[in-house]
């Protein structure tokens, strides 16, 4: 009866992880950069379908580097976040709009009061249909004259290094920090505005 309980018990975990990892394996991941990492973390959270973001540095040459490096210029990375999706509730199409609508992409190496090659705009794909969707939204906004120029850089995406951990959820853990009050709350109040629709 032992022998049995314990093949119940390991065969019904077993099951529970086999399903666990299909509904991982059906998640997507999408890589953007566009000023600040704490706003844009906190702007991804808010969409229906994001399964979790994470903050960190992408689009450089230096291997684990931290902030301060990053901060430096030195490293070409720009601050960028790691979205995990579930593309049966959102598409890559509308992160894409989500990351241009939230976000000036017509300045160069800057965002509001950031200003560096670290805040620079740069949307990055997987495979050559996201390139095709993002190459495909700038062409619209421009023949909407949304932007007379726009500065994003289209980057095929190699690798993601996770921010130090005071980093991850910035917002959620510091709501008196006063650049999150003056630059970050603004900017996710409208885009909370302008894609209400898809918000939590």
């Known amino acids: 009866m032992k022998n049995l309980l314990f093949f119940l018990l390991f065969f019904n975990s077993n099951l529970i992880?086999?399903?666990?990892?299909?509904?991982?394996?059906?998640?997507?991941?999408?890589?953007?950069?566009?000023?600040?990492?704490?706003?844009?973390?906190?702007?991804?959270q808010n969409l229906k379908g994001v399964i979790e973001v994470d903050s960190g540095y992408s689009g450089g040459f230096v291997q684990n580097p931290t902030y301060y490096q990053v901060i430096s210029g030195k490293t070409g990375h720009a601050?960028?976040?790691?979205v995990v999706y579930d593309p049966k509730i959102i598409d890559?199409?509308?992160?894409?709009?989500?990351?241009?609508?939230?976000?000036?992409?017509?300045?160069?190496?800057?965002?509001?009061p950031d200003v560096g090659t670290h805040y620079r705009s740069i949307a990055f794909y997987n495979s050559n249909n996201e390139k095709e969707i993002i190459q495909?939204?700038?062409?619209?906004?421009?023949?909407?004259?949304?932007?007379?120029?726009?500065?994003t850089e289209v980057l095929q995406f190699k690798k993601f290094y996770k921010a130090e951990?005071?980093?991850?959820?910035?917002?959620?853990?510091n709501p008196n920090d006063l650049y999150i009050m003056r630059v970050s709350n603004p900017r996710i109040s409208k885009f909370k505005m302008d894609f209400k629709e898809i918000i939590k």
Not at 79 to 82: D, R
Not at 145 to 151: D, E, G, Q, T, V
Not at 165 to 173: E, F, I, L, S, T
């Open 17 to 44: 992880d086999k399903n666990d990892l299909q509904k991982i394996q059906t998640f997507e991941k999408a890589y953007f950069a566009s000023g600040c990492f704490w706003c844009v973390e906190s702007i991804y």
């Open 79 to 82: 601050e960028a976040i790691e």
């Open 92 to 112: 890559y199409k509308t992160l894409v709009k989500v990351f241009f609508g939230s976000h000036d992409p017509s300045t160069l190496n800057r965002q509001g």
């Open 136 to 151: 495909d939204e700038i062409k619209r906004l421009l023949n909407k004259k949304k932007y007379s120029k726009i500065a």
């Open 165 to 173: 951990g005071y980093h991850q959820d910035y917002k959620k853990k």
